[in-house]
């Protein structure tokens, strides 16, 4: 066998072994296998401590994981949309009047910040319609 096809039987298609001098680094903040008590022989000294992360475990390193006492907030209206999108939704029933309501709700009103997406549709809702009415209004007013 020559040296070129010993060469070629040793790499395997398909895989990527990667570099062999390359050693991966630890992995951080997360636990690290050990092996169950009893697998080492009693006499033989333990095993350096696995580095462990000093701040205990996070999901993503660098990103702090909040911990306390969870904070409760009070329940959305409307079978728990929220007013603004139960006013989106009930808009396209009541001829638009709904999304002007939303908007003037969302212009003066302290409005809870999971019910502004909902009003913000309404806004853009009423301004297209709004939109839609003046180009109509516009390009009758040419045919006369």
């Known amino acids: 066998m020559s040296e070129e096809s010993k060469n070629r039987s040793d790499h395997q298609y398909g895989t990527f072994q990667g570099v062999p001098t390359y050693s991966q680094p630890p992995a951080i903040g997360f636990p690290q296998p050990v092996p169950p008590p009893g697998v080492a022989e009693p006499s033989a000294p333990p095993p350096p ?24 907030e009070r329940r959305l209206p409307c079978c728990g949309i929220g007013l603004g999108w139960f006013l989106f ?48 209004g516009v390009t009758r007013g040419m045919d006369d």
């Open 49 to 72: 401590p696995p580095q462990y992360y000093a701040h205990g475990y996070q999901a993503v390193p660098g990103y702090a994981v909040a911990e306390g006492t969870p904070i409760r």
């Open 89 to 136: 939704i009930v808009g396209f029933f009541l001829a638009a009047v709904p999304w002007y309501v939303g908007f003037f709700l969302l212009l003066c009103a302290r409005v809870d910040y999971r019910e502004k997406p909902g009003y913000i549709a309404c806004t853009i809702a009423m301004a297209v319609l709004a939109t839609i009415a003046i180009i109509l």
